[in-house]
């Protein structure tokens, strides 16, 4: 069974930077796509960013182009989200998630899910 295991959340003044990390264990082999997602208060999730495994492509949401970078250790299984220049409509629960079929942020629908991990940006 995958398990996605987030952590990195917290507190930060605008303009901060927080770097997010997805611990992925369980049955994920081969090429695969891990992402981030976040949800706001009342809202449905919305895909932030993802990359394919190994070296693959990468995909941003307009929002956090040029302010997010995802990046992998492979080795490790973990997929980073360092998130710079935070402002606070970035506040939302972040999620990481995993699938096997397709990798567009826009379009994805993972297989799984991590618990969430709360960012609050403060003005």
């Known amino acids: 069974q995958v398990q996605l295991t987030e952590s990195g959340g917290g507190s930060v003044q605008a303009g901060g930077s927080l770097r997010l990390s997805c611990t992925a264990s369980?049955?994920?082999?081969?090429?695969?796509?891990m992402a981030w997602f976040r949800r706001f208060p009342g809202k449905e999730r919305e895909g932030v960013s993802s990359?394919?495994?190994?070296?693959?492509?990468?995909y941003y949401a307009d929002s956090v182009k040029g302010r997010f970078t995802i990046s992998e250790d492979n080795t490790k299984k973990v997929v980073f989200l360092q998130m710079d220049s935070l402002k606070p409509e970035d506040t939302a629960m972040y999620y990481c998630?995993?699938?096997?079929?397709?990798?567009?942020?826009?379009?994805?629908?993972?297989?799984?899910w991590g618990q969430g991990t709360q960012v609050t940006v403060s003005s």
């Open positions: 998630a995993a699938s096997t079929r397709g990798c567009a942020i826009s379009t994805m629908t993972p297989d799984y």
């Open positions: 369980g049955g994920l082999y081969g090429n695969h796509c």
């Open positions: 990359i394919y495994t190994w070296g693959g492509a990468t």
